[in-house]
């Protein structure tokens, strides 16, 4: 046995049981960043790029991910979702960052959620903006924090 909850004692792939877990309030932060040149970054920032507001779209994409993210993601556990909140800001000349934060009340935690909630809102900028900026990337793709849950609460802590 490997000791990943996604894995039977011969190794086999398999949903993880949660039917005698109790509901708990569950929540989660992802972040991720984006790199681009100067025309692309004030193109997105400032709400005019080719295809329109990149911001306000990638922010709604963020959003419509997290609601699919069983979809996507096998073994993941399709959860009634009840706060999907998705920001892109500026960090820095032509570094946007975007911060992803979901809710539930279920029995099992939001973090794949917000991984992906930040990773699609991400990718929907590229996909705005490569017109300005082909070589944009995304990186720092991580979990900030979460709570809730049998394995308590999680805060980043960057050295």
Request: net charge neutral.
């Amino acid at each position: 046995m490997s000791g990943l909850t996604h894995q039977d004692e011969e190794g086999r792939v398999r949903m993880v049981d949660v039917a005698d877990k109790p509901a708990t309030r569950r929540r989660a932060v992802a972040t991720a960043r984006i790199s681009m040149n100067s025309q692309a970054f004030e193109a997105i920032r400032d709400g005019v790029g080719p295809k329109g507001d990149a911001r306000q779209t990638a922010e709604l994409a963020g959003i419509m991910a997290a609601k699919q993210t069983s979809s996507l993601i096998p073994l993941c556990h399709p959860l009634p979702l009840t706060k999907v909140k998705v920001a892109i800001e500026p960090v820095t000349s032509g570094v946007f960052e975007v911060r992803a934060e979901v809710r539930t009340d279920g029995k099992t935690g939001v973090e794949i959620e917000a991984l992906t909630a930040a990773s699609v809102a991400a990718l929907t900028l590229y996909d705005m903006a490569k017109a300005l900026d082909k070589s944009m990337q995304i990186d720092a793709i991580r979990l900030e924090e979460k709570q809730g849950g049998q394995s308590g609460d999680y805060q980043r802590a960057d050295p």
